[in-house]
């Protein structure tokens, strides 16, 4: 049986080296011009993938850095459709809230009062409220964004900021461990 497999791989070795040898001068030109063109057109091709992938990583990259993917812009937008039902349930308290897309994966809220805040506000004392009020908001998004943040801006009606922090998943995971 074993002499048998010998046999086989013999005669294949075989066939393969005579019809290698019966080429002929004009054919092994040929075959030697089409072989160097396939290897120019493999590594044009391989070269082309590289440059291809290098500026898909290279917009990733950038893509990433910015911290807005197409993801995250979806997601601001479900956000912004919810903005009209937001004005209505705070009607009169503020004359225009808006949501929109910050860097680094920042959601950014902004509430603009209808009438100027007729105390200085202690952000400092707002923001744990804050924060267990927009836990639910981080968890949900940071499926799809891991490093959101939110950003909180309070504005008076002619736009003099009254209050501007940044919630981030750490303020939120220590909402945990305080329960």
Do not use: H
């Amino acid at each position: 049986m074993k002499k048998l497999k010998v046999g086989i791989v013999s005669i294949l070795m075989g066939m393969l080296i005579i019809s290698g040898c019966g080429n002929t001068k004009g054919s092994t030109n040929a075959s030697s011009s089409q072989s160097s063109s396939q290897q120019e057109s493999s590594e044009k091709a391989s070269k082309e993938s590289s440059s291809s992938l290098t500026i898909e990583s290279t917009e990733e990259t950038e893509e990433a850095k910015s911290g807005n993917s197409s993801q995250f812009s979806l997601m601001i937008e479900a956000a912004q459709s919810q903005v009209p039902n937001l004005k209505k349930q705070y009607e009169g308290m503020y004359s225009d809230i808006t949501i929109s897309e910050g860097e680094d994966s920042t959601i950014v809220y902004t509430y603009t009062f209808a009438q100027e805040a007729p105390m200085d506000v202690d952000a400092e004392a707002l923001k744990p409220t804050l924060v267990k009020a927009l836990k639910p908001v981080i968890d949900g998004a940071k499926v799809m964004v891991p490093d959101v943040k939110i950003q909180v801006i309070f504005l008076n009606p002619d736009n003099s900021e009254v209050i501007n922090f940044v919630i981030t998943q750490e303020d939120t995971d220590s909402v945990d461990a305080e329960s």
